[in-house]
């Protein structure tokens, strides 16, 4: 048996980690209010951002609704669209409602303020004459 003990190593015997709790003095790293405070400073702030975007967005949609309606291509008083009542000529291929007080002439002179007369001939040739009546429409030649 001596003879089996010569050839056994021994087995160093390997030390078991352990764990070892250490106690730190108490030292707060964060310093400020606690986080339920924290939290409840940011929800507060969240809902008033909230209700600003909301009163913002009435008071925007109660400015477009009192904006009149004949600046957002709504018609005027006497039933011309906005952009023709205002506009000093008028283009080719328009719709021209005569009002009290048109004449060929009038009407020529907003078609064509350069030659009137041109567009004149052009109006009586589509019209086929030379009187126009309130509430007419004319497709502007």
């Not at 089996?4 to 390997?14: D, G, H, I, M, Q």
């Amino acid at each position: 048996m001596s003879a089996l003990a010569e050839f056994v190593e021994e087995v160093p015997t390997v030390a078991e980690p352990y764990l070892r709790l250490v106690h730190s003095p108490q030292t707060t790293w964060r310093t400020g209010p606690a986080l339920a405070v924290r939290r409840s400073a940011r929800r507060r702030a969240r809902r008033r951002r909230g209700r600003a975007l909301a009163v913002s967005g009435v008071i925007l949609g109660i400015a477009i609704l009192s904006w009149p309606g004949h600046a957002l291509g709504g018609t005027t008083g006497t039933g011309l669209p906005t952009d023709l009542a205002t506009s000093s000529s008028l283009a080719s291929g328009m719709v021209y409602v005569v009002q009290p007080g048109d004449t060929i002439d009038s009407i020529a002179r907003l078609a064509n303020p350069v030659d009137p007369a041109e567009a004149r001939q052009l109006l009586v040739r589509e019209l086929r004459s030379a009187v126009v009546v309130p509430g007419e429409h004319v497709l502007v030649p």
